[in-house]
């Protein structure tokens, strides 16, 4: 089982950075690849970016490629997302999630077995 919470949302005026935190209670975590998902209202979930459970595999969803850094450390059982430039599309909620069967690093929300509550994201103009 692994419980994750996320972290570090908030409101930021556009051109503005934020690093979310996603922390994960279980040993398991160590060896499972991590997504981050975002959520705009009237919107589907939308994949953002992953992370092998190494940490050497990186994918970023187009949109935000070049503004967003995903990075992980096993030792605190954490995962960031580092967001420059944001922009007032990136407004939504993310969610971290946790896929136990896939090492390595996925864009499809079906292979994720733990997801967390998620944190706010607002930019405004």
């Known amino acids: 089982q692994v419980q994750l919470v996320e972290s570090g949302g908030g409101l930021v005026q556009a051109g503005g950075s934020l690093r979310l935190s996603c922390a994960a209670s279980g040993r398991t975590f160590r060896v499972a690849s991590v997504g981050w998902f975002r959520q705009a209202p009237g919107k589907d979930r939308e994949f953002v970016s992953s992370i092998s459970s190494s940490g050497e595999v990186t994918v970023y969803a187009d949109s935000v490629k070049g503004r967003v850094t995903i990075s992980r450390d096993n030792a605190k059982n954490t995962v960031y997302l580092q967001i420059d430039g944001l922009k007032l599309e990136d407004t939504a909620v993310y969610y971290c999630?946790?896929?136990?069967?896939?090492?390595?690093?996925?864009?499809?929300?079906?292979?994720?077995?733990?997801w967390g509550q998620g944190t706010q994201v607002t930019v405004s103009s």
């Open positions: 999630a946790v896929s136990t069967r896939i090492p390595g690093s996925t864009r499809i929300p079906g292979w994720y077995d733990y």
